[in-house]
């Protein structure tokens, strides 16, 4: 069990990396400490990723859809973060098993 928790930890290690780039990245640290507004961390086991501009939408009062799989899915309210420090301006989202953990938008949102 421990061997596998090992490897989930490394896992998430590498895939929070990815959505802030190399480990190196000064962005690395910013990203390992989002949260979503209940305080749980974006990146503990999902994996953050770069949306594109088209492929995310805002209905003007903070509600967000992200194209995903093929379809338009909603971003849990729960989900959306929006910090005020960022140091990107691409909007990025945290998935884990289909489920949308965290959501960042654009800097134009």
């Known amino acids: 069990m421990r061997i ?3 490897i ?3 896992v998430s290690i590498v ?3 990815l959505a802030g780039g190399h480990i190196d990245d000064p962005n ?3 990203f390992e400490h989002q949260h979503d507004s209940a305080g749980r961390p974006c990146c503990e086991i999902a994996d953050g990723h ?3 501009d088209a492929d995310w939408k805002s ?3 903070g ?3 992200v194209w995903l799989d093929g379809k338009w899915i909603a971003v849990p309210d729960a989900a959306v973060i ?3 420090d960022r140091p990107i301006d691409y909007a990025v989202v945290w998935i884990w098993r289909g489920e949308i953990l965290c959501f960042m938008p654009g800097s134009g949102s």
């Open 4 to 6: 596998i928790l090992g």
């Open 8 to 10: 989930i930890f490394l």
């Open 15 to 17: 895939m929070c990396a």
């Open 28 to 30: 690395h640290v910013w």
């Open 50 to 52: 770069q949306v594109d």
């Open 59 to 61: 209905d003007g009062a």
């Open 63 to 65: 509600h967000y859809q």
């Open 82 to 84: 929006n910090p005020p």
